[in-house]
């Protein structure tokens, strides 16, 4: 009778670099008047699933959820203006797919416990790179982040890959066409961008 051996599983680690290693991110560089119109082309291919778009404050929420829902988008802007009980309600529509897109702040979205978000869009990057963990983690691994930066959140996207060790895929966006120069060069440096803010950080030193 021959020996039966159980092949040793793969342990799975969530440590901030695992996670961000198994988590499909991508980032558009954009300058930051633009960044309405891009969002409503990439939501093109969202349509049906589960969006969450991360701005920095109220007015944002506001002026994106406007503007998408006159592209007949279904989304709705919940913020500390609303009250428990509306925050509550838009949790409900959208854990239960009634709802499909909402906009919202890092600080009400730790009190909403949303579930199956398959876009987590970053308007606005995060002060802080353990922030951006936190969102990325809010998916558990079952969907994509895309991060839109503008010139003055290079610094922040720096922070946020050296913390993870991590540089994310840059992509462009066809059929996007900027309203004014570009920020960025298009023979851009290919140097690691972690690389380079590390390099900064001990000239700074």
Known sequence: MSEQTDTPKEKIYYDQRSVALRTPQSIYFINEHDKMEMIGLLLNDYKEMQVLILVKSKKKADALATFLMAKEFNALAIHGNHRESQQQEAKEKFNEGVLNIIITTDMILKTLGLK????????????????????????KEQGVAISLVSPQDEGLLSDIEVNMKVEIEERTLEGFVATDAPAKSTKRNKKPRHRKNKARKEKEA
């Open 116 to 139: 199956s978000i398959k876009l987590l869009l970053n308007h606005d990057l995060t002060e802080e790179a353990q922030e951006y963990y936190n969102r990325l983690a809010l998916m």
